[in-house]
């Protein structure tokens, strides 16, 4: 016998052995025989292949998709940040401003009594003398009041701006030659080109801050994300 067959042999009473050989299965054999199974198994892998894949790529672009909402939400966060920000700055120094105008016409008011006061002390005309006196002690009050006013919103406008910041220098400079100005309460007036060079300077500081808060938008944060993904 072939050692590539198997066999048996299979006695009965009253007749004669029978060996029945049988040749072994080729893997062909057995492949068409289990082709239910295997085609079974294949297109279950194959299933679970795409569930698993289609699953990846949904998580994938579900944290793409926070990852970008973080982004947008901070930017926005930014953007709304330096908005309020130039409105603060742009405030102060409206108020700041408006308290130079008010020394202005203070310091005028003062200025203008005590000459007429001296005229009046001149003629001898006491009564009129009490009277300019009386009014320039008022504007010199005023005065007083409105000079700290213009040292406290002059140097909240310096603390919204980090220390030795570079387009806000000549601004600053201003500000301090104003400042030297006021001090000396006998100045006649302040010079009203100080008033205009200092709202002129802060026009364009304010206009690059504003250029500056509008390319962090919303879309341009979006735009940013797109060009990481291109880069990606």
């Known amino acids: 016998m072939d050692k590539k067959e198997t066999g048996a042999i299979i006695f009965s009473e009253g007749s004669i052995p029978i060996e029945i050989i049988q040749e072994p299965l080729s893997i062909g054999a057995i492949a068409i025989q289990n082709l239910p199974f295997l085609v079974t198994a294949l297109i279950v892998i194959c299933a679970a292949t795409v569930t698993y894949r ?8 579900q944290n793409e998709v926070a990852i970008n909402a973080r982004i947008d939400e ?3 966060k930014i953007s709304e940040f330096r908005h309020h920000w130039i409105q603060q700055v742009r405030e102060t120094a409206s108020d700041l401003c408006k308290i130079l105008h008010q020394l202005q016409y ?6 203008l009594n005590r000459d007429n006061e001296a005229e009046a002390s001149k003629r001898g005309d006491d009564e009129s003398e009490a009277v300019f006196n009386k009014a320039a002690s008022k504007a010199y009050g005023k005065l ?16 919204l701006f980090k ?5 806000m220098k000549a601004a600053f400079g201003i500000v301090s030659e ?3 100005d006021i001090f000396d309460l006998d100045k006649t007036h302040i010079e009203e080109k100080m008033i205009e060079d200092l709202v002129s300077e802060l026009q364009v500081v ?5 250029k500056v808060t509008k390319k962090r938008s ?3 944060s979006q735009a940013f994300n797109e060009q990481r993904k291109t880069d990606a």
Do not use: C, F, G, T
């Open 54 to 61: 289609s699953n990846r790529k949904s998580v994938e672009a």
């Open 178 to 180: 104003i400042q030297e």
């Open 74 to 76: 901070h930017e926005n």
């Open 218 to 220: 919303w879309s341009e």
């Open 144 to 159: 007083i009041s409105s000079r700290e006013e213009y040292y406290r919103v002059s140097s909240k406008l310096k603390l």
């Open 163 to 167: 220390k030795d910041e570079p387009s």
């Open 206 to 210: 304010l206009k690059e801050e504003w």
């Open 106 to 111: 203070q310091a005028m008011v003062r200025n």
